[in-house]
């Protein structure tokens, strides 16, 4: 489509060939409605039945907890949403760096007469059990911590998170939206009860996410309807994507271990390039992915450096991706204490397996000549 680099797979990634296969059958001819007896209908449905056990394998679930939505986003409203509604007051904890998938329907339940409680970060954009612990001195209903941050790459400590929630009897959700495909992801190791994922950030189709669920939560569903998924997510269901998500997740789950240590390494060429620049790079010091590279220079703002990268041949995202329009500094960098006027100047490459050693040496070499001249501009200005 267009000979720029493409550096923003947090963002969204490129289809897998292998999944696009595996989707064309679905695309054309005669479909049927998976909720039809006949010959066309049974198709669909097996069809689905197979993305199910796919997506269950890939995070060590059992496909009868695979609730498929149409998005990560709907999965985490769902999560949130879904258990809220079953009350009419309670208390959620969240932490302070969550995506807007989650804090947008937990500040929701704040209509309805919910308390909303924010875990604090520690400086690294840690969740430490002792921040979750002194939350939950008083009773929470729910509580979300994401896997993987989508902006910095941090890694939680979900397991030790969620055994600390299960002590208080808390239903315990994590997006693991971007940790899919980058790291390990097992739904029973993790300690939870619910689990978020999308497919168009393991090289699916957009328009497919999935809500894996421990069985005995009630939740309530967003969509009322025909009763598809258990009745959890009325409508009829998108096959082509849903089979697409199921073929990724397979890939995924098959080039774990290479993928991982590729990605691992082109982080690290940048990083050690960066480092030259001197860069500040956010969540260093702990586990982070190994595509996720967050980092900012002091006086150049993240927007005015992604645009002249942009107009250069480089793709990345300044702050989050997702609410890119916005020109407030990052929420999650604020709530690990940086300061604004740094945040402001973030800036996130995000690697996916086809980036290669090349484009990182030009990344590095545009990012430096980049620099001097926006560093020019500004002293002409001041
Ligand atoms: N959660 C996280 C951590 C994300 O990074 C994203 C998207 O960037 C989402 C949820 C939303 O997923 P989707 O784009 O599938 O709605």
Redesign the pocket.
């Known amino acids: 489509m267009s000979s720029a680099v493409y550096l923003d797979n947090?963002?969204?990634t490129a289809l897998e060939p292998r999944v696009l296969q595996a989707m064309l059958p679905y695309l054309s001819g005669q479909q049927g409605n998976a909720t039809s007896r006949h010959i066309f209908g049974r198709a669909a449905r097996n069809a689905i039945d197979q993305a199910r056990e796919q997506v269950a394998d890939a995070v060590g679930a059992h496909p009868s907890q695979v609730v498929f939505t149409?998005?990560?986003?709907?999965?985490?409203n769902l999560a949130i949403s879904g258990v809220g509604n079953t009350q009419t007051s309670g208390r959620i904890a969240i932490s302070s760096i969550?995506?807007?998938?989650?804090t947008k329907p937990a500040q929701a339940l704040a209509w309805q007469n919910w308390k909303v409680a924010k875990i604090a970060s520690n400086r690294d954009g840690q969740i430490e059990k002792a921040a979750l612990a002194a939350i939950l001195e008083e009773r929470a209903d729910i509580v979300s911590v994401?896997l993987?941050?989508?902006?910095t790459g941090v890694i939680q400590d979900i397991a030790a998170l969620g055994e600390i929630a299960r002590g208080h009897k808390t239903y315990m959700h994590t997006?693991?939206?971007?940790a899919l495909g980058k790291i390990n992801v097992d739904f029973v190791d993790l300690n939870i009860h619910a689990m978020?994922l999308?497919?168009?950030?393991i090289n699916g189709p957009?328009g497919?996410?999935a809500l894996i669920l421990d069985k005995r939560i009630d939740i309530r569903p967003l969509l009322y309807g025909g009763g598809q998924e258990k009745g959890l997510r009325s409508g009829s269901e998108n096959i082509a994507a849903i089979v697409g998500f199921g073929a990724a997740c397979a890939i995924a789950s098959h080039d774990i271990q290479q993928r991982t240590s590729k990605l691992r390494t082109l982080r690290d060429r940048l990083e050690h390039g960066l480092k030259q620049l001197d860069a500040t790079v956010f969540g260093a010091a702990v586990e982070r992915l190994p595509n996720t590279s967050f980092f900012a220079f002091g006086g150049i703002e993240g927007e005015t450096l992604v645009m002249a990268l942009d107009r250069q041949g480089f793709a990345v995202a300044s702050g989050?991706?997702?609410s890119s329009d916005s020109t407030e500094p990052s929420h999650v960098l604020l709530a690990m204490g940086v300061d604004p006027d740094l945040a402001r100047g973030a800036v996130r490459v995000s690697f996916g397996s086809h980036n290669t050693a090349e484009e990182v040496d030009a990344f590095l070499h545009t990012l430096h000549h980049e620099l001097s001249r926006l560093r020019k501009l500004t002293a002409i200005a001041v």
Do not use: L, R
């Not at 999308?198 to 950030?201: C, E, L, T």
């Open positions: 947090n963002g969204t149409g998005s990560g986003t709907e999965a985490d969550e995506h807007p998938a989650v994401m993987a941050n989508n902006e997006d693991a939206v971007q978020s999308s497919s168009h950030k957009q497919a996410g989050s991706a997702c």
